[in-house]
């Protein structure tokens, strides 16, 4: 995998460089993430980075962090104006970057991060930090460029992600099928496979011509659910194979 911070780094950049200035209205008009405002997404962020900073520095220090952690946050952020959960979501944003990069080496090889059920590497939180960011940041973005795309650098990242994203994203359509998709910028291969109660995403293509080929930009998007077709690439594929994998893909 990448180096996820530098992208990480770029991309909290990015999302400074575009809701820096907004005004109220501007705020609370619509993101692409459905029934969300900019204001909201941000706010998201903001909190998302209050509690990744938690549990990082609960990692560093071994000792465990509260189940009850969570609600707090989210309450708190939610009763921001959207002004300030703006203005405090790229002040967070900062604080957890800043946090990530304080993080020697020898700490990053050992530290274990828990999410829930789960435990994850340093890297692997760094990366998935990544992928919600650079997926949000989109969701502003598109609103007033509909021709936006995921940087190159946060694409390259993300795409060696999208295996364990899948697990959860991936939904059953009735279809009984395989599909094999090739990624450019970096080239990489996947395999939906699906049956009529269950839906993978598996890497590898098993050696044959694929499917369906889009940039890494774009099939990141797709898993996300934000490959619709007003935001999608011209790509050498039957349209039916692309229809399939957004109703595979619905949106996380």
């Known amino acids: 995998m990448e180096n996820p911070l530098p992208p990480l780094a770029a991309s909290v950049q990015r999302l400074r460089e575009l809701v820096r200035g907004l005004d109220a209205d501007q705020l609370e008009s619509p993101s692409f993430d459905a029934g969300w405002t900019i204001a909201d997404v941000l706010s998201h962020l903001g909190s998302g980075a209050v509690l990744l900073g938690r549990r990082l520095e609960a990692a560093l220090a071994g000792v465990p962090l509260p189940d009850d952690v969570s609600q707090p946050v989210w309450d708190e952020w939610n009763a921001k104006s959207p002004q300030a959960q703006a203005d405090d979501a790229l002040a967070e944003d900062e604080r957890l970057g800043k946090a990530f990069e304080a993080v020697g080496d020898e700490d990053r090889r050992r530290i274990e991060i828990p999410f829930g059920p789960v435990t994850l590497s340093f890297e692997t939180a760094a990366a998935l930090r990544l992928n919600e960011h650079a997926l949000h940041t989109w969701d502003i973005e598109v609103m007033s460029d509909g021709g936006a795309g995921l940087p190159a650098d946060a694409a390259a990242v993300i795409i060696d992600n999208l295996g364990m994203i899948g697990r959860f994203a991936a939904k059953p359509t009735g279809d009984e099928r395989e599909v094999r998709v090739r990624t450019r910028d970096p ?10 109660v269950s ?54």
Do not use: I, K, W
């Open 187 to 196: 080239l990489r291969h996947f395999t939906v496979r699906l049956t009529p």
């Open 199 to 252: 839906a993978q995403l598996l890497e590898g293509d098993g050696g044959v011509e694929p499917d369906l080929e889009l940039p890494a930009e774009s099939f990141c998007r797709l898993v996300y659910g934000r490959l619709d077709p007003a935001h999608s690439p011209a790509v050498p594929a039957n349209g039916e194979v692309l229809d399939l994998l957004r109703r595979v893909f619905p949106g996380v």
